[in-house]
């Protein structure tokens, strides 16, 4: 027997007050986000499948200000900014054809296309392979308020996936390093994830994460301080304040 599998998007706008009113996210988050992504923080969106993060990363790149171009790199199309507002640039992965010719990747889109097309941001759709270490060339070399999805089971993990991948673009790179380009360039981490409510499965955010450098951790692991955490005993969110006070001088300068 044959299974085949369909992604439909819907190529719409999307209001956050949606989200928050499907207890997806909490309405206090709203404008935290709003001006985390105007003061072009880097953003990674990590969780399962189905969680949601395509439908967040839409709501969170049509935050951007208007005027700010923007390059989109995608496996398949499925944000779809491009058609809902000007100034997003689509790109995407090609397959090889029978000849086994023209393949094109998402390292191609970052070294060949995106970069020479002098964007202010950069969104891919998912990150999952090479071009994870194009992704942090990016974020720690101009592109500020660059964005991305990301499976891991948590914003911890999150990182040490992104470390994997970017990794697998060179074998001879220090994991040390790696580790020091994630704790400058990513900025935080919005982890989403289901949960069993009685018989409902349900969508939220589990867990928001700030991520900064920590010279004092001689493997140069990043550090992740979880400023909201999801409590499933009574459908709410914990709120840490104290997470936001080692915020590096760049988070507060942006």
């Given at each position: 027997?044959s299974?085949?599998?369909?992604?439909?998007?819907?190529?719409?706008?999307?209001?956050?007050?949606?989200?928050?009113?499907?207890?997806?996210?909490?309405?206090?988050?709203?404008?935290?986000?709003?001006a985390?992504?105007?003061?072009?923080?880097?953003?990674?969106?990590?969780?399962?499948?189905?969680t949601?993060?395509?439908?967040?990363?839409?709501?969170?790149?049509?935050?951007?200000?208007e005027?700010?171009?923007t390059?989109?790199?995608?496996?398949?199309?499925?944000?779809?900014?491009?058609?809902l507002?000007?100034?997003?640039?689509?790109?995407?992965?090609?397959?090889?054809?029978?000849?086994?010719?023209?393949?094109?990747?998402?390292?191609?889109?970052?070294?060949?296309?995106?970069l020479?097309?002098?964007?202010?941001?950069?969104?891919?759709g998912?990150?999952?392979?090479?071009?994870?270490?194009?992704?942090?060339?990016?974020?720690?070399?101009?592109?500020d308020?660059?964005?991305?999805?990301?499976h891991?089971?948590?914003?911890?993990?999150?990182l040490?996936?992104?470390?994997?991948?970017?990794?697998?673009?060179?074998?001879?790179?220090?994991?040390?390093v790696?580790?020091?380009?994630?704790?400058?360039?990513?900025?935080?981490?919005?982890?989403?994830?289901?949960?069993?409510?009685?018989?409902?499965?349900?969508?939220?955010?589990?867990?928001?994460?700030?991520?900064?450098?920590?010279?004092?951790?001689?493997?140069?692991?990043?550090?992740?301080?979880?400023?909201?955490?999801?409590?499933?005993?009574?459908?709410?969110?914990?709120?840490?304040?104290?997470?936001?006070?080692p915020?590096?001088?760049?988070i507060?300068?942006?």
């Amino acid at each position: 027997a044959s299974l085949a599998s369909l992604l439909i998007f819907p190529r719409r706008l999307l209001r956050p007050d949606v989200l928050a009113r499907a207890r997806t996210l909490p309405f206090a988050l709203m404008p935290l986000l709003d001006a985390a992504v105007r003061a072009r923080l880097n953003i990674i969106l990590s969780g399962p499948t189905g969680t949601g993060k395509t439908t967040l990363a839409r709501v969170l790149a049509l935050m951007i200000p208007e005027g700010e171009r923007t390059c989109v790199l995608e496996t398949e199309t499925e944000l779809w900014l491009h058609e809902l507002r000007r100034g997003f640039i689509s790109l995407e992965e090609r397959d090889a054809n029978v000849e086994g010719a023209g393949r094109i990747t998402l390292q191609d889109l970052f070294q060949r296309g995106a970069l020479r097309q002098r964007p202010r941001r950069i969104i891919v759709g998912e990150v999952r392979g090479k071009e994870a270490m194009d992704m942090l060339h990016a974020m720690t070399s101009g592109h500020d308020g660059s964005l991305t999805t990301l499976h891991a089971s948590g914003p911890r993990m999150a990182l040490s996936r992104l470390e994997v991948l970017a990794m697998s673009a060179d074998a001879n790179l220090a994991p040390q390093v790696v580790r020091q380009m994630i704790g400058s360039g990513v900025d935080l981490v919005v982890h989403l994830s289901t949960f069993h409510r009685g018989e409902d499965e349900v969508r939220r955010l589990a867990s928001l994460a700030f991520v900064a450098e920590n010279p004092e951790d001689s493997l140069g692991s990043p550090m992740v301080s979880e400023a909201a955490v999801y409590r499933i005993t009574d459908d709410s969110w914990e709120w840490r304040p104290d997470a936001l006070g080692p915020r590096p001088e760049e988070i507060w300068r942006k």
